[in-house]
């Protein structure tokens, strides 16, 4: 954390703790959410003017948080085992966060009620469509204030870290024959 964001916390009133209490490892559950939540939707772009900065909190707050919650599953591992000098795990079945809270056995049947509706209002594709179109409003805010290089760079350096489907083509002058 820098001074800066220290600072402005202080200002904020927010309190910095590690973890909670006895138990030291939890801060590596929540940063590997900012590959998945996070650098995949939005990259690796600096964002900083206050547009970009409203695009972001509308596409969390809404849409993507929506997405996220009910229509995309989350392995969880259930047990990590050494057997000699490997380790083997063992995940349970992916379930949506929405699936795993209505399994729960403290959430009340009204509580159980309102996020069944929520859930049946929903559309995957549409939430799916408008996170798209956030995401160019955010692309086309950013080439505004830097220029279109900069982003056409940035997507450059990105193809070269994030691994992408690959197409295979058979390119032959000759006819193939199935026997």
């Known amino acids: 954390m820098n001074y800066h964001v220290y600072a402005y916390a202080g200002k904020q009133g927010i309190v910095f ?26 990259g690796y772009l600096r964002y900083e003017t206050e547009g970009e900065r409203a695009i972001i909190d509308d596409l969390y707050r809404t ?55 929520q859930y049946e209002s929903l559309n995957p594709a549409a939430l799916k469509r408008t996170i798209d179109t956030k995401l160019r409003a955010l692309q086309r805010a950013h080439e505004k204030k830097n220029g279109s290089r900069e982003v056409e760079a940035s997507r450059v350096s990105s193809k070269k870290c994030v691994p992408s489907l690959v197409s295979f083509s058979h390119r032959s002058t000759s006819p193939i024959s199935v026997s």
Not at 17 to 42: A, I, L
Not at 82 to 108: A, N, Q
Request: positive net charge; contains cysteine.
């Open 17 to 42: 703790s590690r973890s909670r209490p006895y138990k030291k490892n939890d801060n590596c559950f929540v940063e590997q959410k900012n590959s998945t939540h996070v650098r995949q939707v939005v």
């Open 63 to 117: 849409d993507l948080r929506l997405y996220k919650n009910f229509f995309q599953p989350v392995m969880k591992l259930v047990e990590k085992t050494r057997v000699g000098g490997k380790i083997k795990k063992r995940y349970d079945t992916p379930k949506t966060p929405y699936e795993r809270l209505m399994e729960h056995k403290r959430l009340s049947s009204a509580r159980k009620k309102e996020l069944h509706r």
